[in-house]
Every structure is written in structure tokens, then in C-alpha cells.
């Protein structure tokens, strides 16, 4: 899937607003990857290393797709409360638009995930125009299930992800839909990251 333009539109909603990914947004990456609690079922804590890879990865997926990870602050004081967004998954041969959600510990437990999960299906379904979105989480992860159970998302199967056991979800949606999906050297699965926390 690849959209047009320049670009998905910002996501807005009662309480977020979302910034699409750059370089600048080390900082607020390093501080999620930093904090054990937020990292607990994503194989432990990252260097700055590798939160300046996740950073490449991400910027570069948005540059193909046209779409990707957002920052995601609290719409009236501007504070950071975590990021996610929709990336291309590749399963089983078949590409995906997968929808991920992570918010720093402090914002877990208000509905935020949801709220921002939902303007990302909307996006999906009214921009990408794509006919289906999944959503992994980890076995552990309850309440990210609970999120995507929240959002409509079915449980379809267990999946092995690069060594991962994860939770596949999907949404269906009716209408119209734009078949292609264009993958290129950069468009892989969603990083688990992206399912942390409600």
C-alpha cells in the first residue's frame, strides 16, 4: 500500500495529535526504549543505538509508503505520550497494513490507545483505502488484546514473526479498497513495540 501525495494527513483526535516520525524525535524514542516498564514485552530495553536504527527504519518506511509511525502529544500542553501509527507488514507472502499503538506508562489506563488506534483505522480505511488491518501483540500482552478487541479487530491466529510468537488481529472493512500494495527493501513487519500498553 503506498499513498498519494504527500502523505497521510496528521492524526487529530479529542486528546492527540500525531507527528509523523523524523530524526529530531530521538529524545522521545529513547525514553520509551529506555524505561524497562515499557519495553517489558519487547525483549528488554534498547541502546541509543538502536533507537537511531528504529528511527532510520521507521523514516525510511515513511519515505516508501507514504505513511508510517507517529509521535503522538497531548493536543492542548503539547506533552509526549508515545507513538504508533500503520506500517506494512509482510505475512506469509502477502503484504498487510498493520496498525501498532505504544504510550508511555503514565498515559496507560485512558482510553488513549483506543482513541488513537481508532482515527489510525479511519485513515486506513478512508485514505489507504486498503480492505483489511492486522494487529500483532505478544502472548503476554493482555492489554493490548484488549485494545484490539476495543477496535473490532477478531483474533485469527498465532504467527511466528522473525523468531516471535505473536497474536495476529484483523479488521475488515466494507466498501471500496485499493489492492496494491507496494513493498520495497525497507517495508517489513510492524515492530512489536508498536502493541505496548493500552
Known amino acids: ?44 530495553v534498547r541502546s541509543p543505538t538502536q533507537t537511531h536504527e528504529y528511527l532510520d527504519r521507521n523514516i525510511a518506511e515513511w519515505d516508501h509508503n507514504g505513511f508510517g509511525v507517529w509521535i503522538l502529544r497531548d493536543l492542548e ?33 485512558l482510553g488513549l490507545a483506543t482513541e488513537f488506534a481508532h482515527e489510525c483505522l479511519r485513515i486506513a480505511r478512508d485514505e489507504l483505502q486498503t480492505p483489511t488491518v492486522v494487529a500483532t501483540t505478544s502472548k503476554q500482552n493482555h492489554a493490548s488484546e484488549r485494545v484490539a478487541e476495543r477496535l473490532g479487530m477478531v483474533f485469527e491466529r498465532e504467527v511466528d514473526l522473525q523468531g516471535l510468537a505473536l497474536k495476529l488481529f484483523r479488521v475488515r472493512f466494507d466498501g471500496p479498497s485499493n489492492p496494491r500494495l507496494q513493498r520495497g527493501p525497507v517495508a517489513s513487519r510492524l515492530d512489536t513495540a508498536e502493541t505496548q500498553g493500552p
Do not use: N, Y
Not at 503506498?2 to 525514553?31: I, N, S
Not at 529506555?34 to 517489558?40: A, G, K, T
Not at 500503520?86 to 502477502?94: D, H, S
Open 77 to 109: 500542553s503539547g506533552e509526549f505520550v508515545g507513538r504508533g501509527g500503520l506500517r506494512v507488514l509482510r505475512l506469509e507472502e502477502t503484504d498487510e497494513v498493520e496498525i501498532g499503538w505504544g504510550l508511555r506508562p503514565a498515559f496507560w489506563g
Open 1 to 44: 500500500m503506498k499513498a498519494t501525495g504527500q502523505g497521510t494527513v496528521e492524526p487529530r483526535t479529542a486528546r492527540l495529535l500525531g507527528e509523523r516520525l523524523t530524526q529530531e524525535h530521538f529524545a522521545q524514542m529513547h525514553v520509551l526504549h529506555s524505561d524497562p516498564e515499557f519495553m517489558l514485552h519487547l525483549g528488554g
